[in-house]
């Protein structure tokens, strides 16, 4: 850390950095097994497998293929190192960080935040035999560039678990790649055809009003599809946004007007990022200003992107967005043509 | 120069900050106190010789942190300003008017954020959680209706700008071109050495028409400090004082968050306005002799209208003074020297605070000849603020 009054101020972090640093580094430590290998466990294992080979379960079987004695699936290797569900419950909590739960943070940061299993290549050392006792370590190999894949952009993270007997001798070696990814962004919806006010099906809700005692009365107009101005009861000016008070005179009273619905666009914006998913993109948001003199912010509708102008006549519809909420919106008026 | 009471009394004496990136790795209580020590450290003042805190309201770590982590002992004065980024130069003001007042004598002001990694802003107020207070209220006349950005609250000024006085997303394409070529000289900046054209930004894609990704500031995880004490006392410290000749603060008639779209006109920022005219009476200056300037630029289309509201050129003649090339180094009012927050960094206007400094000083990556006077603003669209800061002469 530097101030950056100093001329050799620091470079900035830089994640691709931060990511790379992971490479050799140990995830998770040398653990131990639960269980050293036993024929309970191996018995249920091949039977699950319906594998019925006899060196698994049959000392004679066994050593009529010339080995000393029972051994274990090579494809078992897994088994003996789990960690029960509790086991890792309570790993998540504990204090003391593994290189993996690190790396998973920095991953997420970095918006990888899905993962999918890629493949799996196991080299075996030895055969085990009952009484064994393995354990297991794992250490990133590479953490690859951004990649472009069908399930969205991500990076590939390949690490070596090596397993090893209770002399420390290396028994199996399991080459261990995930993609960490993206989930993508729904596509981008096609540009909206000019068709009437609807409810958009299975999308989120639009967010909620913050409704207080100063603007529900708005709201609740615009369930009944009155679009209401709030006047002041004492000087009759309108204001829009409400609020409890006339800037005009002070007074506390106040009642409202339906507008007309007759209006003109202000300005607008065509939404593009962020997507939130409660609506449709392009999304067309205008100010509108209304025939009785205050202004307020609508979507459009019934309007192409490419025709709408400041200016435009408009005229109010409505928008049942949910059973909860009905909000203005505004197509363009019908032009005369005289 | 002037007898406003404010006008020369205090002085900028230390700046710091941490890297600015898009992952600090660390709290945003750590990125204060590495902002904040830097600068006690570039001041030469110890911890303990602190007795006064500013920072936003928007800032999540309180004097009280800052204090016992850093070990300032006792305190006097601690304020908060609201209002996100419109709070950066009142904190210096703040500052100022505490050391004037004697309320304290060294104020460190700082910002601090994981703005990027943690919680960004640009992903807008849609899912925030709503309750009764009028502020949230407000939100009522956006959030429902799809416009929840700052970039689409930004944009809606923007298209009327456009339409009233015949400038284009290339005029605004030019405040991003002229961030990003001071940006890239800055090591400090996260676009150093990656300058944009006009064309690049040109075929940047849209994010709120008619803004595009390049018209956007960046977001950053970062800290920034500011050490203010008497000017009388900064002129013992280790470098050249940043005098405070103005500081000011603004909030305009009819004032929202972001959206003050119910004015009778929507093409100026009528609390910049305010703010400039206080800058100008307090430090007895004329635009003119302003020799650079620090605007605010969380998107580029409200630099224009604050050149304007600025009396650095006329009402919508912004798109020409910008195209003339008074903005670049060697114009008539370099800008945003360090890069900006589209080329530095987004720390909510408290770097642009620290450039004035160093330009100042003479210390800037971009210094142009002869800075007397620097004027620095604080956030548009929202009740905002300004100092003068100038040479100890």
């Not at chain 1, 006792?133 to 190999?141: K, L, S």
């Not at chain 2, 430090?283 to 509201?309: M, R």
């Not at chain 2, 900006?340 to 210390?363: C, D, F, K, S």
Request: net charge negative; aromatic share 8%.
């Amino acid at each position: 850390m530097k101030g950056v009054a100093d001329a050799d101020h620091a470079g900035r972090s830089d994640y691709e950095e931060r990511l790379q640093a992971f490479v050799g580094r140990e995830l998770n430590a040398r653990t131990p097994g639960p269980d050293p290998v036993n024929q309970p466990m191996i018995r249920h294992w091949t039977a699950a497998m319906g594998d019925a080979n006899p060196v698994y379960t049959d000392t004679e079987a066994a050593h009529a293929t010339g080995r000393p004695g029972v051994v274990a699936p090579a494809s078992m290797i897994q088994a003996w190192t789990m960690r029960g569900y509790g086991a890792s419950a309570v790993s998540a909590s504990a204090p003391g960080r593994r290189g993996f739960d690190e790396l998973l943070e920095l991953l997420d940061a970095g918006g990888y935040t899905s993962v999918v299993a890629t493949d799996s290549e196991f080299e075996f050392v030895r055969e085990l035999v009952v009484g064994d006792h393995v354990a297991v370590c794992e250490v990133v190999e590479s953490i690859s560039a951004e990649k472009r894949t069908g399930l969205g952009t991500g990076r590939f993270v390949t690490t070596l678990k090596t397993y090893s007997d209770q002399d420390g001798e290396t028994v199996a070696t399991q080459r261990w790649r995930t993609l960490r990814f993206r989930p993508p962004e729904p596509e981008p919806e096609p540009e909206p055809e000019p068709e009437p006010a609807r409810v958009p099906e299975s999308r989120s809700l639009r967010p909620r009003p913050a409704v207080n005692r100063d603007n529900a009365f708005w709201f609740e107009g615009a369930r009944e599809h009155r679009l209401l101005v709030q006047r002041c009861a004492a000087c009759s000016v309108l204001r829009h946004p409400p609020g409890p008070c006339c800037p005009e005179c002070g007074s506390l009273a106040w009642d409202t007007v339906e507008a007309s619905g007759r209006a003109q666009v202000y300005s607008f914006v065509v939404n593009h990022h962020p997507r939130h998913p409660a609506f449709e993109f392009p999304h067309l948001i205008a100010v509108v200003a209304l025939e009785e003199g205050t202004r307020l912010i609508a979507g459009l509708t019934g309007v192409a992107i490419e025709d709408v102008a400041i200016g435009m006549p408009l005229i109010l519809d409505w928008l049942d967005a949910d059973p909860d909420l009905s909000l203005p919106v505004f197509r363009p008026a019908a032009t005369e043509t005289n | 120069m002037t007898t406003h009471p404010l006008s020369g009394v205090a002085a900028v004496a230390g700046i710091g900050a941490t890297e600015f990136s898009k992952f600090s790795g660390r709290s945003e209580l750590q990125l204060a106190c590495e902002a904040v020590l830097a600068a006690l450290a570039d001041a030469g003042v110890k911890p303990s010789d602190v007795d006064g805190l500013v920072t936003f309201t928007a800032d999540t770590n309180s004097e009280i942190h800052i204090a016992r982590n850093t070990g300032m002992g006792e305190l006097t004065f601690f304020s908060r300003i609201g209002y996100g980024g419109g709070a950066a130069c009142a904190t210096v003001q703040q500052a100022a008017m505490a050391v004037a007042t004697g309320a304290a004598g060294v104020v460190v002001c700082y910002r601090a954020f994981n703005e990027r990694s943690g919680e960004r802003y640009g992903l807008g107020q849609a899912d925030r959680p709503m309750d009764t207070s009028a502020d949230r209220a407000a939100y009522a006349w956006m959030t429902p209706f799809g416009l929840n950005t700052p970039a689409q609250w930004v944009a809606m000024f923007a298209r009327r700008y456009m339409h009233e006085y015949g400038a284009t997303t290339e005029d605004f394409g030019r405040v991003a071109v002229v961030d990003r070529a001071h940006a890239a000289n800055n090591p400090a900046a996260y676009f150093h050495k990656r300058p944009i054209t006009l064309a690049d930004h040109q075929s940047s894609r849209w994010i709120a028409e008619p803004l595009r990704l390049l018209d956007c500031c960046q977001e950053t995880d970062g800290g920034q400090a500011l050490v203010v004490v008497s000017a009388e006392r900064a002129r013992d410290l280790p470098h050249p004082p940043a005098v405070i000749r103005g500081a000011a603060q603004g909030l305009g008639a009819d004032q929202h968050m972001m959206t003050s779209y119910y004015r009778p006109t929507i093409t100026g920022i009528p609390e910049m306005g305010l703010t400039g005219r206080q800058l100008y009476r307090q430090s007895g200056l004329t635009p003119a002799e302003i020799d650079a300037a620090i605007l605010y630029d969380h998107f580029t289309p409200l630099v224009l209208p604050q050149l304007e509201e600025l009396g650095f050129c006329g009402r919508g003649e912004a798109k020409d003074f910008i195209a003339d090339g008074h903005l670049e180094l060697g114009g008539s009012l370099p800008l945003n020297t360090h890069g900006g927050q589209l080329g530095e960094a987004y720390l909510h206007g408290m770097n642009g605070i620290a450039e004035g400094v160093r330009l100042v000083r003479g210390t800037s990556v971009n210094q142009p000849a002869n800075v007397g006077h620097v004027l620095v603003t604080a956030g548009t669209g929202v009740p905002t603020s300004g100092l003068v800061l100038g040479a100890d002469r």
